[in-house]
């Protein structure tokens, strides 16, 4: 089973060897079994909605009161809306994430319309103002037979991920095409980029860039790990190049299914 995750272009100009990714979402549930996993998923999300949902709204009343207390409390009450806002986000992704880990198992395979995922992948995305995304499928990719549920997660993480790390008004660029038996979604960004020596750890559960942290840039860090994990459970490959201040290049390769 691959497990592929290549550097391209250091600061130097010379390829980084390639390296191996060790670290999956199943680890987080490897002690569950799949009825204990489900169990999980559907009661631990809303035993956890409830609350966070009562939470936040306090906090955002607080917030909107801020005028009418003094600058320490404006201090304290943004740091509370900043943590817990980043709580949800957390929650969310863990419990997204156990439910792919439990749908990696099925065998749900159909014959999908990539224009069709795209488009739908992109209708829930918060997009920057003013990025672009162009995408490119090719005649042959158009229809492929896979899991459209894996799919449609992999493709929205990856442009996520894009989005999130790029700024307002920069280029996202989405590639499909069908390389033999393989299916190659490539997508490319103008952000940040990632340093070399964190190439081997930016699929690793919950890790962030400390260059995206020193710009201010964080999130929980599943999304990547989530696309890996989709690359291994298919015997396929994640492939990431980077150049600091110039963007990173994502491409997941996986076997097509065939009938």
Sequence with gaps: MSEKIIAEENEC????????????????????????????IITGSHAVKSPLT????????????????SPNLHEIVDSLEKSVLGLKDLLLDIFNALKIANELNTEDIET????????????????????????????????????????????????????????????I????EKINDK???????????IYQNEIKKICEPFYRSKMH????????GLGLTIVNNIAKKFNGE??????????????????????
């Design 54 to 69: 009562s939470l936040i709204t306090g906090i955002q009343l607080l917030s909107c009161s801020k005028k009418d207390v």
């Design 173 to 176: 660029e989405l590639q499909v």
């Design 13 to 40: 100009g010379t390829d980084a060897k390639p390296v191996k990714i060790n670290t999956s979402i199943d680890e987080l549930v490897k002690p569950l079994n799949a009825e204990l996993q489900k169990e999980l």
């Design 238 to 259: 994640l492939i990431i190049s980077s150049e600091q201040g110039r963007g990173s290049t994502f491409t997941l390769v996986l076997p097509i299914i065939p009938e």
């Design 112 to 171: 999908i319309n990539f224009p069709s995922i795209i488009s739908t992948v992109q209708d829930r995305i918060k997009f920057k103002r003013n990025q672009q995304v162009d995408i490119t499928v090719a005649p042959d990719a158009i229809n492929i037979r896979h899991n459209q549920r894996i799919i449609e997660t992999a493709l929205a993480a990856l442009i996520e991920n894009a989005s999130f790390y790029s700024t307002e008004g920069t280029k």
């Design 183 to 193: 299916l190659s979604i490539s997508v490319a960004d103008e952000g940040t980029g």
């Design 213 to 220: 942290k020193n710009n201010g840039l964080e999130r929980t």
